[in-house]
């Protein structure tokens, strides 16, 4: 029976990403002190998992890597040796490497280089202070250790097939261990032909083998067949006495810590794993919605005046189970947004000791669910806010002990769900944004004149400007501009907004929304003229007809509407697209207000036509980027409308008159 491995290689690489990331979180959390045996045991088992299925895919790279990282474990739960700072360093710079074996393997590339160094750095770290025989490299021993034939009895479990497995590989594994100078196969309880189901397994076969192994290397062969199968291994001819020569030791070889970064691209999540009672739900949905197909169908086919009720109630029936099958359907593509927040603690824990800073992390919400796409995309912009408040926020532990803060800092990730919309927070308790710094900085690149005093909200926007940095000078951490910038053209990819709260001395908080989804949208259908487009929901605060009293010129602003003593800049959606027939007369027509990154700004618009789910279609991918638009929709009646981007809507109102025109 021949089973074709490659079908379930992407199946292997994402679990193993899987245990890579749980064995991180358990290493970290035995690095701050939190010592449970079965924290080593669950990072135990992880690293045999992915050592047991590499050995099964012939990954003998990572095979032989997690064997040294499962030698030292093992060490380390049995008690024999304890874990140290210079051991937890080791144990995550091995995932690290582990992670780059991973994406060498699933690439068809080599090995990282510092492999071999670190398996030896691996195999060191076992040995305690009052070690006696030095530990040696699986490599070391087999050029060491005598040649002696090793018999090998392996009876498999009945139900070996029924779990994937081919017992024939474990026989071509045994090859690579040495040479094969006898196969039998044992008969006894193979039954009748009648009787023979095909998916068990009857034989079991009895190998012997010319090997330099040890025993535990052969064990390992039959790691993931264990359960329920019979395994001896006996030694029928000792083998020689190894030479002292032979006996050096391993040198150690330092490998720097990198700070992690997001998963290589061969391992991100190419699907998603879905729980069996969603799909079930989805399957209870389509039936449902078959019924009411057909029993639509069957009035539509008899129809008479008498029956319009019934056609009503059908097709009612049917809206209500569409719009729960749609529902049901994003919810599949939704993930908790802590399949990211995971990676954080250890970042923290890299630049804080790069830095030479105490930062403590604490992380809220991680279950919140968003749409994956919007996850995947929130990697980066996380990793630059939280560099960013250890380097500029976190003072150095004199500092804060001078202004009787605790010698730890704290650094808060928090997400939630709030008006449709998820929020993440990420606020730190340290020095804050210093304003002077910056309107000075704003000056010397010409922000701003030299007289003018911005606003708090203006001054922190600097920050997000691209190449804008108050850093004294660059460093591996920051000080190129570049950081903040990413962040702003990231969240606004995604639809999303961000902005920025900072108290001297108390800290600094940064706040990002972002929809649900990058799919669907909650819109507000307007018409401008013969013209229909959609503002998403999200952004609108209000609506109004101002009173001509409301409406006011600015001298180099232009129009301007005045809400409640707070002037906002009019935008004439009629003018900026060209559109003739439209209302001119703001006093006539109707204004939007929407806001965005705590700016509001009015839009006038001819009508209301109602509030709508719109499915985005993208333009840049069959016309071009439109500035002010973020992409199309089908309407009901089968037009097109644009929908609206009020992100690039704030760039034009900010411009003078002629330049919106232009556009």
Partial sequence: MQIDMNRFRETFFQE??????????????????????????????????????????????????????????????????????????????????????????????????????????????????EAAEPVRTRQSDRETQGVRLVSIAFRPSQDIFLQGMDPFFILRDLVKLGELTSVEADLASLPSLTSLNPEHCYLAWTVRLK??????????????????????????????????ASQEQPRAHVVQAAVPTAAPAALRDASIRVATSKVDKLVDLVGE???????????????????????????????????????????????PIGHIFGRFPRLVRDISAQLSKNVRLEI???????????????????????????????????????????????????????????????????RGLDREKIRRKAVERGLIGEGESPSAAQLAEFIFSAGFSTAAGVSSVSGRGVGMDVVRRNVEALNGSVTLQTEAGVGTKVRIQLPLTLAILDGLSVRVG????????VAISESIRPAPEQLKTVAGSGEVVMVRHQALPLVRLHELFGISGSVVDPARGLTVIVEHAGEGFALL????????????????????????????????????ALILDVAGLVQIAHRPPHDQRAA
């Fill in 530 to 537: 013969s013209q229909t487009y959609v503002l998403p929901l």
């Fill in 289 to 335: 919605l078959v019924i009411a197909q057909s029993m639509a169908e069957e009035i539509v086919r008899h129809f008479s005046s008498s029956r319009l009720g019934e056609l009503e109630e059908a097709i009612a029936q049917m809206e209500r189970h569409i719009r729960e099958l749609q529902e049901r359907v994003m919810s599949v593509r939704m993930l």
């Fill in 16 to 129: 193993s990403a899987e245990h890579v990331a749980e064995m991180e979180a358990g290493l970290l959390r035995l690095d701050q002190g939190t010592f449970d045996p079965e924290l080593l045991n669950a990072v135990f088992r992880a690293a045999h998992s992915i050592k047991g299925s590499s050995g099964m895919f012939g990954f003998e790279d990572i095979s032989r890597f997690t064997h040294a990282l499962e030698s030292l474990l093992d060490r380390l739960r049995s008690g024999e040796i304890s874990v140290d700072r210079k051991r937890s360093d080791l144990l995550l710079r091995s995932t690290d490497l582990l992670r780059e074996l991973l994406a060498a393997a699933s690439a068809g590339a080599p090995p990282p280089e510092p492999m071999q160094a670190v398996i030896e750095e691996l195999y060191v770290a076992q040995r305690s202070v």
């Fill in 211 to 244: 090997t330099a192994s040890t025993g535990d290397e052969i064990r390992d062969i039959f790691a993931f067949v264990e359960d329920g199968s019979e395994i001896r291994v006996n030694a029928e001819q000792p083998g020689m006495e190894s030479s002292p």
């Fill in 605 to 640: 618009v001819d009508e209301l036509l109602g509030q709508q789910q719109v499915v985005i279609k993208s333009l840049e991918a069959h016309y071009r980027k439109v500035e002010g638009v973020l992409g199309a929709t089908i309407l009901g009646d089968g037009r097109a």
């Fill in 364 to 430: 809220s919400g991680e279950d919140t669910e968003l749409d994956k796409g919007v996850v995947e995309q929130m990697s980066d912009p996380l990793t630059h806010l939280i560099r960013n408040a250890i380097d500029h926020g976190i003072e150095p532990a004199e500092e804060r002990d001078r202004q009787g803060k605790p010698e730890q800092g704290l650094i808060r990730l928090e997400a939630f769900h709030q008006a449709g919309s998820v929020i993440v927070e990420i606020s730190d308790d340290g």
